[in-house]
């Protein structure tokens, strides 16, 4: 069995602030790690994903995740947020057989 | 490349009704996936195809839930009769085959109110 825990429900942050959203999970298994980010009114899309290799991994809008095996973490960082980055943003885990497992979310609101 | 579509977009029903909804996954992609996602949680997993077949469906309540993906392409999600607790947004995601480093791609969901 796996699962995953956003430690954050809600994030307010301002415009240019730095951010860190927290994600531990468990597993019995290796397991690969993803976030995802759902913008108002839209579906999930994936933003970044871990697989293998070097532990921190970055998205093409600035976001970036370091995996730490040994705390069971991957938490997602950017050091300057913009208000479109405005969004909720799920940590998932997969497992082998390619089931996912998600977080419940943390909302990331920023304000001018 | 068209996206994961999914309908209707809303749906109201009462309770002891029932409700079906459409997927059309992402053309080529062998793994099809519903979630359920209540209100201030994260998408929860009801079953897994690889193409007709089903891989996971251990967390579907097949007492009221039923799914079928006809030729491999097209998917159906069927609550009867649905409860008050069904009420949430129903996903559908496709991935190019069921390994576990693919990207899923998902749809825009499908919200439902049970009165």
């Known amino acids: 069995a796996q699962s995953v825990t956003q430690l954050d429900s809600q994030v307010p942050v301002f415009e240019e602030a730095p951010v860190e959203l927290r994600c531990n999970y468990s597993s019995s298994v290796s397991v690969y790690l993803f976030w995802y980010v759902q913008y108002p009114n839209q579906g999930l899309q994936l933003l970044l994903k871990y697989l293998s290799g070097s532990t921190l991994v970055e998205s093409i809008n600035g976001f970036e995740a370091e995996f730490n095996k040994s705390q069971t973490s991957f938490h997602l960082r950017k050091p300057s947020v913009h208000i479109s980055d405005t969004a909720e943003y799920f940590c998932?885990?997969?497992?082998?057989?390619?089931?996912?497992?998600f977080g419940d979310g943390t909302t990331l609101t920023v304000k001018p | 490349e068209a996206g994961v579509a999914q309908s209707p977009r809303y749906k109201i029903i009462e309770k002891r009704q029932s409700v079906a909804f459409w997927c059309n996954p992402i053309?080529?992609?062998?793994?099809l996936y519903w979630y359920q996602q209540i209100l201030g949680q994260g998408p929860k997993l009801l079953i897994q195809?690889?193409?007709?077949?089903?891989?996971?469906d251990s967390q579907l309540p097949k007492d009221r839930f039923s799914a079928e993906r006809l030729k491999g392409v097209d998917s159906t999600l069927k609550i009867q009769p649905a409860k008050l607790e069904d009420s949430a947004v129903y996903l559908c995601?496709?991935?190019?085959?069921?390994?576990?480093?693919?990207?899923?791609?998902f749809g825009p969901g499908t919200r439902l109110t049970v009165l």
């Open positions: 998932a885990v997969k497992d082998g057989a390619g089931k996912s497992t």
């Open positions: 195809f690889q193409n007709n077949g089903v891989v996971d």
């Open positions: 053309s080529g992609h062998a793994t």
């Open positions: 995601a496709s991935s190019m085959d069921r390994v576990s480093t693919d990207t899923q791609y």
